[in-house]
C-alpha cells in the first residue's frame, strides 16, 4: 500500500522496525529524564546541582562524539547502535535497582549520567548516520523528520506518564520502566535485513582520521554557520529544561504532575514541528524555515521566562518545543544533505557537538545563573541573546545559500 507522502519513508521495511522500536524505547527514555531530573530536585533542592546533573549527562558527548563519529565511519553502524542501546538499558537497571532499593544517592546519579553520556556520544553520530542506510538519500529528509516526530511523540506520552508514576509510585519504576523499553529497539535492530559495506582502509592515523570532519565542517561556510548556530541554541536556549522543575515548583505551584505536563507540551510543539518538516519533498527554502525557527525560538523563550500562569506556560512551550524542532530538524537535513558518507559519521559526530555537547555547559551556567539571578530571568537572558544570534545568521543566509546548493548537487551527482 502506497503511504502518504508524510510517512514515505515508512515503506522500508528497516525504518518501519527502528522506527517502532525507537518509538518505544524513547517514551521510556523520556520518563527517565523527567523522573531523574524529580529525583534530582527531590534529594537536594538545589538548582545549581540540576545543571551539574545535565552537565554530567551530557559533556561526554562534547568530548568523546568525535571519536564516536569516527567509530560510526569505520564500523559496521548497526552493529555500533545495538553495543550502545544494550550499554544504555544495563546502566538503566542500575539506576533502577538503586532507586527501588532507597540505596540511591546523588553521587550515583553523577555515575550513571556520566556513563550514559558516554555511551551516548558513540551512539548519536553512529545512529544518525545509519538512517541514510535504511531508506537512501532520495527520502532521507523525510526519515530525519519522521525520526524527529517519533522523538517528539515520546516526549508527548513519557513525561506525562512519568509526573502521574512519580507522584504515584516514585522514581524508581520509571527507571525499571526505561530499561525494558530499550528490548524494544534492539530487537527491531537485529531483524534488519542490511547488507554490511566493507569500510575503505583509512590511510592516515586515528587523529587524522578525526581531523577529517572537522575539515569539511571549517572549509564549508554553510556547515558551519549551521552548526555555530545550533552549538548557540543548545548553550543558551535548550538548557531551560534544567530548570523546569523550578518552574513547576516555584512559579507554578505544583509538583512532579506539572513537571511531566509541562515537559509533555514542549513535546507536543514539537512533534508538530516534525510532522511540518517530514511534509516537505525539497530542501528549498528550508534555511529560511531554519532561521524563522531560531528567532522564534528566542521570542517565545522570553515570553516563557516571565509567564506566572500555567495555560500561558503551557501554549508558550508548545511554540518553543515546535521552533526548536523545526530548527533542529532542518540542520540535520540540511547538513546531512550536504555530507560525503565517507565523512557522514564525523560531520554528524560535530552536528552532535553542538547540538548535545554545548547543552552541558548550558546546563551549568544555567544552574549556576539562576542560583544568582533565578530561573525566570536565566531563561529571558538566554531567550534574548538567542534572538541575536538568530538575526545574525538572516544577515549570512544570502552569502551562503550559493555554497549550500553547490554542496547539495556533488552529493547528488556522487549518488547517481
Not at 68 to 92: C, P
Not at 255 to 272: E, N, Q, R, S
Amino acid at each position: 500500500m502506497k503511504l502518504p507522502a508524510t510517512f514515505r519513508a515508512l515503506e522500508y521495511r528497516n525504518f518501519q522496525l527502528f522506527f517502532a522500536g525507537q518509538l518505544i524505547s524513547l517514551i521510556g527514555t523520556w520518563m527517565q529524564n523527567v523522573a531523574q531530573a524529580w529525583l534530582v530536585y527531590r534529594l537536594t533542592h538545589s538548582s545549581v546541582l540540576l545543571g551539574a546533573v545535565g552537565f554530567s549527562s551530557q559533556i561526554p558527548v562534547f568530548v568523546f562524539a568525535v571519536v564516536g563519529g569516527m567509530v560510526a565511519d569505520r564500523f559496521d553502524r548497526r552493529k555500533v547502535v545495538i553495543a550502545t542501546q544494550t550499554a544504555s538499558m544495563l546502566l538503566a537497571f542500575v539506576l533502577a535497582a538503586l532507586t527501588l532499593s532507597g540505596a540511591v544517592r546523588i553521587w550515583h546519579i553523577f555515575v550513571l549520567s556520566t556513563l550514559l553520556g558516554v555511551v551516548n556520544a558513540f551512539d548519536i553520530p553512529a545512529r544518525q548516520s545509519f538512517i541514510v542506510a535504511m531508506v537512501g538519500r532520495a527520502d532521507l529528509m523525510n526519515a530525519i523528520a519522521l525520526n524527529s516526530s517519533m522523538f517528539n511523540a515520546s516526549r508527548v506520552v513519557g513525561p506525562a506518564v512519568a509526573g502521574i508514576l512519580v507522584a504515584t509510585i516514585g522514581e524508581g519504576w520509571c527507571f525499571f520502566a526505561n530499561a525494558v523499553s530499550y528490548i524494544a529497539v534492539i530487537a527491531g535492530l537485529l531483524l534488519m535485513r542490511i547488507a554490511e559495506k566493507r569500510r575503505p582502509e583509512s590511510a592516515g592515523s586515528a587523529l587524522a582520521n578525526v581531523g577529517e570532519g572537522f575539515r569539511f565542517v571549517i572549509r564549508n561556510p554553510p556547515v558551519h554557520a549551521l552548526l555555530i548556530l545550533l552549538g548557540i541554541m543548545s548553550l543558551l536556549a535548550m538548557p531551560f529544561a534544567v530548570l523546569m522543575p523550578i518552574f513547576a515548583d516555584r512559579v507554578l505551584h505544583g509538583g512532579a504532575a506539572t513537571l511531566g505536563w509541562l515537559m509533555g507540551w514542549t513535546g507536543v510543539g514539537a512533534l508538530g514541528g516534525a510532522l511540518l518538516l517530514a511534509t516537505r519533498t525539497e530542501l528549498k527554502g528550508l534555511s529560511t524555515w531554519l532561521a524563522a525557527a531560531a528567532t522564534g525560538l528566542g521570542c517565545f523563550l522570553v515570553g516563557f521566562a516571565f509567564s506566572t500562569s500555567l495555560p500561558l506556560s503551557s501554549v508558550l512551550l508548545v511554540a518553543i518545543g515546535f521552533c526548536m524542532m523545526v530548527q533542529m530538524g532542518a540542520t540535520n537535513t540540511l547538513v546531512q544533505s550536504m555530507a560525503p558518507d565517507a565523512l557522514r559519521g564525523r560531520i554528524m559526530a560535530v552536528y552532535s557537538m553542538m547540538m548535545m555537547g554545548m547543552t552541558p555547559f548550558g546546563s551549568l551556567l544555567a544552574g549556576a545563573v539562576a542560583d544568582r539571578l533565578g530561573a525566570a530571568r536565566t531563561v529571558g537572558l538566554g531567550g534574548a541573546v538567542c534572538v541575536l544570534a538568530a538575526l545574525a545568521f538572516w544577515r549570512v543566509l544570502p552569502r551562503i545559500r550559493p555554497h549550500t546548493r553547490r554542496l547539495i548537487g556533488a552529493q547528488r551527482a556522487a549518488q547517481a
